[in-house]
């Protein structure tokens, strides 16, 4: 297989980090995004460690939500030695925050989740698919979640922007039709990563609770069917995937025991 540059937002934790180990082991190309760049150094400084491979990847602190940073960030690649092509975005970062119904929601959260996980997709996907189109080929991979399938006590706003994220992937397969450039929208059910700790803000012992009495997802359990999605042959496109633990039959049916 050639080797293949993929573009990962989200990398410093969860699902995206374990992309990031997922194709990084193949000898892919990575470009990591997320704010918090010491994590991405020490992720880029273990991959190298652990491929032997010290030059296929490249970090950026990037807020998927600054437009002019995610522009400024694609921008750099133009410099020598780095990439312009992309052949995979994963369009991972994504948050949600607290789990007040409605009535009781607060702007502030519901601003940084539209912000992030729609704007900020949105951002990212305008700037690279162009690439793409040009190039007569890629793969775009959504994380959305089943969030945006299925509604929930207190995931109003969460799952508003995750159901947005999945009718993208929809339009984009109509709108990329043609062009060679593919489009998967993954929805995750339950997954343990750092997202029910950013969820409630730091409170880890009621993130815990989340993933206690069953056997979750893990981030790598997503990254291995992202790395099949992107890896299938040019005419193979895998446009949706739903994917839960085992023991979860709906978004707030889980069989815990
Ligand atoms: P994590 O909290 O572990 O990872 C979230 C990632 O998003 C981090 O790397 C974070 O990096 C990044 N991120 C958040 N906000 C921004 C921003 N403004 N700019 C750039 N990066 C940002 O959670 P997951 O791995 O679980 O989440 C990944 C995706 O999967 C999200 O879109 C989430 O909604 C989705 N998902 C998760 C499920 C789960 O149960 N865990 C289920 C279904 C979907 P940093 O803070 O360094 O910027
Ligand atoms: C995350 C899944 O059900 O915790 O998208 O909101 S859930």
């Known amino acids: 297989m050639d080797t293949l540059t993929v573009l990962i937002t989200g990398a410093s934790s969860g699902i995206g980090e374990a992309c990031a180990d997922v194709f990084a082991r193949s000898g892919h190309k990575l470009i990591l995004w ?3 760049i010491d994590r991405l150094n020490s992720i880029a400084q273990r991959l190298a460690d652990t491929t032997g491979h010290h030059d296929s ?7 998927v939500r600054d437009r002019i940073a995610v522009q400024q960030a694609v921008g750099r690649w133009h410099e020598p030695a780095n990439t ?9 970062a994504g948050l949600s925050r607290g789990l007040a119904p409605f009535h009781e929601g607060s702007y502030e959260d519901w601003d940084e989740m539209i912000d992030t996980n729609i704007k900020g997709l949105i951002n990212i996907s305008r700037e690279i698919i162009p690439m793409m189109v040009k190039g007569g080929g890629g793969t775009v991979v959504n994380i959305a979640s089943i969030a945006g399938r299925q509604a929930y006590r207190g995931g109003n706003v969460y799952s508003t922007t995750k159901a947005a994220v999945k009718m993208l992937s929809d339009s984009l397969q109509i709108d990329l039709n043609g062009t060679g450039v593919r489009v998967c929208n993954i929805d995750p059910g339950l997954v343990e990563t750092e997202f029910s700790e950013v969820r409630f803000r730091g409170d880890k012992e009621r993130a815990s609770t989340v993933y206690k009495g069953y056997t979750p997802l893990s981030a790598m359990d997503v990254a291995d069917v992202v790395y099949f999605v992107a890896t299938r042959p040019r005419h193979v496109a895998i446009q949706d995937v739903l994917i839960t633990p085992a023991d979860q039959a709906t978004v707030n049916i889980v069989n815990k025991h």
């Open 34 to 36: 997320a704010r918090r």
């Open 57 to 63: 990847v490249l970090v950026q602190g990037v807020d």
């Open 84 to 92: 312009e092509h992309i052949d995979v975005l994963i369009n991972n």
